[in-house]
């Protein structure tokens, strides 16, 4: 077991991070916040279903446009610096795919973040400007699972450099790489949300 008592590695490299997790003898989940190694805390039941469900929808949308690409789900890497390592949630990479041991992605095309509420504030905000920085990404898709909605941030052409639409239904249109999703598809195979819920979103 981890011991949760003990300090993080700190001013820790993308490679020496990596090195340092596959060393975990339990291997619990971190990730790399400028040279400081973050525990991230355990998922919800409902976030571990809205990755899974996001991650089919893609791929389905992928093979039925017949792209030359690959949907991963959890636990992949992205480098966004030499001090900057994020797990993603899921991702989309076209092309040529990430060798069967690597631990990490360099060039997804489509990343995926699933809401918790001890991440929005960071999925919001620093992962939004730092995805952008990597040149294959096209696609930042923030997944709320109790709000059902899709926050899709993408890069474009011009002044501002980044479009964002909210979307709670209807088609999302991905392009590159030229694929739609229903948004009701990402969200089908979640439980019902309870009434208290349901009567708060309605506020």
Same mark, same amino acid.
């Given at each position: ?36 190694? @973050? +525990? ?10 809205? %990755? =899974? *469900?996001?991650?089919?929808? /893609?791929? $389905? ?52 973040? @699933? +809401? ?10 620093? %992962? =939004? *400007?730092?995805?952008?920085? /990597?040149? $294959? ?67």
């Amino acid at each position: 077991m981890a011991d949760f008592a003990t300090p993080l590695p700190t001013n820790l490299t993308a490679d020496q991070f990596l090195n340092w997790t596959a060393s975990q003898p339990d291997r619990p989940r971190y990730e790399l916040h400028q040279g400081n190694a @973050v +525990l991230m805390a355990p998922e919800r039941t409902l976030h571990a279903q809205a %990755k =899974l *469900e996001v991650a089919v929808a /893609l791929r $389905s949308a992928l093979a039925g446009a017949g792209q030359d690409c690959r949907t991963y789900i959890d636990g992949l890497g992205v480098r966004i610096a030499d001090d900057t390592v994020y797990i993603l949630d899921a991702f989309v990479q076209c092309g040529e795919q990430p060798d069967r041991n690597a631990t990490e992605t360099s060039a997804p095309v489509i990343v995926v973040e @699933v +809401l918790s509420p001890s991440t929005q504030g960071i999925d919001h905000r620093q %992962k =939004l *400007e730092d995805y952008f920085k /990597l040149a $294959s990404v096209e696609h930042y898709l923030i997944i709320d699972p109790d709000a059902r909605r899709v926050v899709h941030h993408r890069r474009q052409l011009g002044t501002p450099p980044l479009g964002t639409q909210i979307l709670a239904g209807g088609v999302l249109q991905l392009e590159p790489p030229g694929i739609s999703l229903q948004i009701d598809d990402i969200f089908a195979g979640l439980p019902d949300q309870p009434e208290d819920e349901l009567e708060a979103g309605g506020e």
